[in-house]
């Protein structure tokens, strides 16, 4: 793995973030690469097409999804509605193990807690943001100065819209401020999953490997007023994705970390990166062992571990990539050229040249906090993120609407209790497991002496803190949540429940973590970080794209094999390669196709791609993206990457090197529908035939 991130840097080292010149970027809306596009490709999207792509792009389930028809019909991944296929089982319908189909629109599952949201305007507010902090003001200050200015444009914005979801975004690390405005649907309903066997074929040895075999794909209907809503959705491809084709994904990509410095990498790399696997691996071992106590257990578990388990294979390919001297040589010199840009400037150098140094002496004191911060929390448990939610609400609404926790602001609430007022099924001989585990994790990574352990634990055994908190607790009922948080503060402050007054002793703590952590930290981070930003714009213009931070962005690249090792890697997999890949492994998982796959095997069109690669520039949360032609017609659907591609968090790997994007094939999808599946009536909405 080493050796293959090293082959990638040395080619990587003149991708310098100011002039991209491969498939590099994730790209805003407001500034979309049209100069390359056309150079590179000939291309030149006109703003209704661009307007059409992203209004048919909602952001699903912390991912990506698009809609395909005029009647609210989503598509994404099988491993995006994941999450809510779990919360929908039961003992008796596992739709994780065997899939669901409604054969009619009226079969539709509706889900319990997920919300879509299609980027539906955005509007420049960095003018009235950075206007509002003066010169002289300190770090805190100046953070709560921007606080209340962005508080004050959500709250007008959303009045104004008549209840759009408004949320200001910062980019370029603080060089701008932008208002996107979100419709939200919250009755949203399952029509069509894979089984997680197909979705999921090949299992963790083929995660993040290509080629793949992979139909990870499942299919959702946004509701409006009790009816299918009224959707702009992208034209399905029947031919799909071709060779060499000029193809881009729109989709909401997680988080990268590019324009980072030296400092906040070296942190990633020594403190954060570490410390956050220890998190998963920690989570992943709790829901292994309760999972290994029945069948029933490890249907409620198995989601979880798998989100678990991918996210810590992505981690080993990033950290990989921070340890590897050429591709933090290449950071160093792209950062060493823009300081002695802005030095050779007297007036560059006074307004930004110690904005790296200020944030290098911040993050020499992170140390210390990064693990008290990671182990000190209590929503590796569900019923411990209700009860510290409902603890801060009963305190946090009191408050000026400018002062609270962002996450309670009153544009948030709405998410908020779609959270908390959630349906899904609550396991308390889970919760109690998982948060004992939890506990016992802090309490080895902490020390006993820990504000945290002390406050949680109370003098017991993690065991018996855990079953006395989760053991009496009726916050497992969504009725007694609802009617706690519409009773107000004072029933909240008052209420004797467990599990609310475990959240209750943490919750300073968890307080006095934040605030330290917000002004020696993210304060300064942000106000440097708007310096450091301003100087790339004055030296490179606005030639660069911000990182990701899963808000609907466009990336663009072709769809192409490569050449890896001493042999080529085709540009499609077919249902040949599936058939043969589970027969060759005795049908035995994770290479294990249900029956129902032989039994119309010879319906197939055994030709016809099933996966892709291509060269766009993805990572995660773009799961579920569609990836679209230059008519704006859906020809995949991105799911995965290749490992070539894992460090990409930090810096664009060159597709020269064979670092890939990974899609289910249009041409694919509907060959599955319709001929294994029987799925006729999403066939026909689909594609009108």
Request: glycine content about 8%; aromatic content about 10%.
């Amino acid at each position: 793995m080493k050796k293959t991130i090293a082959i990638l840097v040395a080619v990587a080292c003149v991708l310098l973030v100011q002039a991209p010149r491969a498939d590099d970027g994730m790209w805003t809306f407001d500034n979309p690469p049209l100069k390359i596009w056309k150079e590179k490709f000939k291309f030149e999207p006109t703003p209704q097409w661009l307007e059409h792509v992203r209004l048919a792009s909602p952001r699903v389930e912390g991912a990506s999804g698009a809609f395909v028809s005029p009647n609210g019909l989503i598509v994404t991944n099988q491993h995006v509605a994941n999450g809510q296929l779990q919360k929908l089982s039961t003992p008796e319908h596992n739709y994780v193990r065997d899939g669901f189909y409604a054969p009619t629109i009226e079969q539709e599952l509706k889900c319990p807690d997920i919300d879509v949201n299609v980027f539906v305007s955005y509007e420049d507010v960095t003018a009235r943001v950075q206007g509002a902090v003066t010169p002289g003001m300190s770090d805190r200050a100046a953070a709560e100065t921007r606080r209340t200015v962005t508080t004050a444009i959500e709250k007008e914005s959303t009045e104004k819209t008549g209840g759009l979801r408004s949320e200001v975004v910062k980019l370029y690390s603080g060089g701008e401020y932008w208002l996107y405005r979100y419709k939200k649907f919250t009755d949203v309903r399952l029509v069509f999953a894979v089984e997680e066997a197909t979705g999921f074929f090949g299992g963790d040895f083929d995660n993040f490997t290509y080629p793949r075999y992979d139909l990870d794909v499942a299919f959702f209907r946004a509701y409006e007023n009790g009816q299918p809503a009224k959707t702009e959705y992208l034209a399905w491809s029947q031919k799909g994705a071709e060779d060499k084709e000029l193809v881009f994904a729109i989709g909401s990509p997680g988080t990268t970390s590019r324009l980072l410095t030296m400092a906040q990498l070296g942190f990633h790399r020594e403190v954060a990166n570490p410390t956050q696997m220890a998190v998963y691996m920690a989570r992943r071992d709790a829901l292994w062992r309760y999972g290994s106590t029945s069948a029933e257990a490890e249907r409620r578990a198995s989601a979880g571990r798998r989100g678990l388990e991918n996210s810590m294979k992505r981690l080993v390919g990033q950290q990989d990539g921070l340890e590897n001297e050429r591709l933090m040589k290449a950071k160093y010199d792209e950062e060493a050229k823009l300081r002695t840009a802005v030095a050779a400037k007297p007036e560059w150098q006074k307004a930004y040249g110690d904005g790296w140094d200020q944030i290098a002496a911040a993050y020499k004191t992170y140390g210390p906090y990064a693990k008290r911060n990671a182990f000190s929390a209590l929503t590796p448990s569900r019923l411990g993120g209700f009860a510290l939610t409902l603890v801060r609400y009963a305190e946090e609404v009191r408050k000026p609407n400018n002062v609270r926790l962002d996450e309670f602001r009153d544009t948030r609430l709405d998410s908020l209790k779609t959270t908390l007022f959630s349906a899904a099924p609550v396991y308390p001989d889970m919760e109690e497991s998982l948060l004992a585990s939890w506990l016992r994790d802090a309490q080895v990574a902490l020390g006993n002496d820990d504000p945290f352990v002390k406050a949680a634990l109370a003098g017991q055994p993690p065991a018996a803190a855990a079953k006395a908190a989760a053991g009496g607790t009726k916050l497992t009922d969504p009725a007694f949540r609802k009617a706690l948080f519409e009773s107000g503060p004072e029933a909240i402050a008052k209420s004797d429940d467990p599990m609310i007054a475990l959240a209750r002793r943490v919750d300073p703590v968890l307080r006095e973590l934040r605030t330290w952590i917000e002004q020696h930290i993210t304060n300064v981070e942000t106000t440097n970080g708007e310096r450091i930003a301003k100087a790339r714009f004055a030296v490179y213009g606005k030639s660069v794209y911000p990182d990701a931070n899963s808000t609907v962005r466009i990336s663009y690249g072709t769809v192409l094999g490569y050449e890896e090792g001493t042999t080529l890697v085709p540009y499609k997999t077919t249902f040949y390669g599936l058939f043969d890949r589970a027969t060759s492994f005795g049908n035995k998982a994770p290479f294990f196709l249900p029956q129902r796959w032989f039994d119309r095997r010879a319906a197939l069109d055994m030709s016809v791609p099933l996966n892709f690669a291509y060269t766009a520039d993805t990572i995660g949360g773009n799961s579920g993206s569609p990836v679209i032609n230059r008519n704006a017609e859906l020809v995949g659907l991105n799911f995965d990457s290749n490992r070539q591609k894992l460090a990409n968090r930090y810096m664009y790997i060159d597709e020269a090197e064979g670092a890939r994007a990974v899609g289910v094939h249009s041409a694919g999808i509907l060959e599955a529908l319709a001929k294994v599946y029987g799925a006729e009536r999403i066939v026909r909405e689909i594609t009108g035939r």
